[in-house]
């Protein structure tokens, strides 16, 4: 005897007697009742204005005594020497390429190919000279700490 997912089967030993008529009452009510505004009795109903007074709250103050206020941060690295320089030939020359390009003033040849090895110099110094914030050797690392 198959159930095929029916609660009303007679001798299934999880269905209980009625079950499923009980369940067909309540679809009833609950199609005849559709569109009404539910009630509750043990609760008071909310008047328009407390719907709406929650929204308005201003927001808690964050100068609690018992909040985590956290530490300022530490202050940016000012690059040096070689560094400022691949900083600038990474940032600096396509912004004086667009000034060039905007002013309509044109680079000789030997200047442009002075700012794109700058420019290719620069990026090429930063990729190599970067370290492991943590001076630790792992190369298989995937990045996350607790």
Do not use: K
Request: aromatic content about 8%; glycine content about 12%; hydrophobic content about 35%.
């Amino acid at each position: 005897m198959t159930t095929d997912g029916r609660d009303d089967v007679p001798g299934d030993p999880g269905g209980q007697p009625g079950h499923r008529q009980d369940e067909d009452a309540v679809w009833r009510a609950i199609v005849e009742n559709y569109g009404d505004e539910p009630t509750v009795e043990d609760l008071d109903a909310p008047t328009q204005d407390d719907r709406w007074s929650s929204l308005s709250r201003p927001p808690p103050e964050a100068d609690d005594e018992d909040g985590y206020t956290p530490p300022p941060p530490p202050p940016v690295p000012r690059p040096v020497g070689l560094r400022l320089l691949a900083w600038l030939g990474l940032f600096g020359v396509p912004a004086l390429v667009m000034i060039l390009l905007m002013t309509g003033i044109s680079l000789p040849s030997w200047g442009g190919v002075l700012c794109l090895a700058w420019f290719v110099g620069g990026f090429v110094y930063l990729i190599a000279t970067m370290t492991n914030r943590t001076g630790e050797g792992d190369d298989w690392d995937d990045g996350a700490r607790i």
